[in-house]
């Protein structure tokens, strides 16, 4: 840093596009000043007049040739995501077992180990809360990037007799090849399956389907359509039908609770709960106001017919 103690041109920069990259992830979800608290809902939030003027001009898309590229070097982008910020974007996700009570109901018997998989672990803010608080857990924690592999691995609390981790493209690696066909009785999907090209999610869902016990369950939690990181995209980011590339290559599906129920139900899970999180972050130091929504849904994997 200079002598007179301003930030350089670069370092500001460099700021800046952290705290934009920031504003469009659920980061912000776990790091707001003041919350008001958060509704469960069968809808989406209403737009403003303002908001719906902008989604009907918004109809030029981003080039054939810039969304082949994009897909290609998905991998590559999430590497450099973690290359830039190491293990210090994320927040550790202490929210998940109050979210997702099933994590604690869903064993047959109180002493049942339970069988996990965390797809889309990231550097693993989900994993490690859930290893303290669960002893009687094992968990296969798989990512896109092989860099946020590694720094799982590398965290103290990695233990290779509690915990599984390994690179894996949920669209094209078969989970099978490090998670044994059929054993997993929950399946954690958080802020995951909205980085998936539209095109390629029942993929990685018929591939997680593949590992799930039969009566096994999947929770989910996303962006939902009209998410306040959805608004603040700007011309020239959007590839598709509410799907969105950032400035740092990294791309973002908005869901509607129909399209994901049809989603997963083309691969083979049965709808349990499905609903929008309406949350309003308000940062009383900047004046704002912000709206999020989320997807909480649950899924469960068809059982097995009975025998006669």
Not at 21 to 41: F, H
């Amino acid at each position: 840093m200079p002598q007179d103690g301003k930030k350089s041109p670069k370092t500001l920069k460099q700021r800046g596009n952290m705290m934009n990259r920031a504003e469009d992830t659920e980061s912000t979800d776990d790091t707001p000043t003041c919350l008001s608290g958060q509704t469960k809902t069968s809808s989406s939030r209403d737009l403003t007049q303002e908001e719906q003027g902008r989604f009907k001009t918004e109809r030029v898309l981003v080039s054939e040739f810039k969304q082949i590229k994009l897909e290609k070097e998905a991998r590559k982008n999430w590497d450099l995501f973690y290359k830039r910020n190491a293990t210090n974007f994320f927040k550790d996700r202490h929210w998940t077992t109050r979210e997702f009570e099933e994590l604690k109901e869903c064993r047959e018997f109180e002493s049942q180990k339970l069988v996990l998989l965390e797809a889309g672990c990231g550097v693993g803010n989900c994993l490690f809360p859930l290893l303290e608080d669960d002893l009687n857990i094992f968990v296969y924690a798989c990512d896109f990037s092989p860099r946020a592999v590694e720094f799982v691995k590398q965290n103290p609390l990695y233990c290779p007799e509690r915990c599984c981790a390994f690179q894996c493209d949920l669209t094209k690696d078969d989970l099978t090849g490090n998670v044994p066909e059929g054993s997993v009785d929950v399946v954690t999907l958080i802020f995951v399956l909205s980085a998936v090209h539209p095109e390629k999610m029942k993929l990685a869902l018929e591939n997680i389907n593949k590992v799930l016990k039969p009566g096994g369950v999947v929770l989910f939690r996303d962006y939902g359509l009209h998410d306040h990181a959805m608004l603040r995209f700007k011309a020239g980011s959007k590839l598709g039908e509410n799907f969105y590339v950032r400035q740092d290559g990294t791309r973002s599906y908005f869901f509607s609770k129909e399209h994901l129920a049809q989603l997963f139900k083309e691969a083979g899970f049965v709808s349990v709960v499905n609903d929008y999180v309406l949350r309003e972050t308000v940062n009383k130091k900047e004046g704002l106001c912000v709206q999020r929504v989320f997807l909480q849904s649950k899924f469960t994997k068809a059982a097995l017919p009975q025998v006669s």
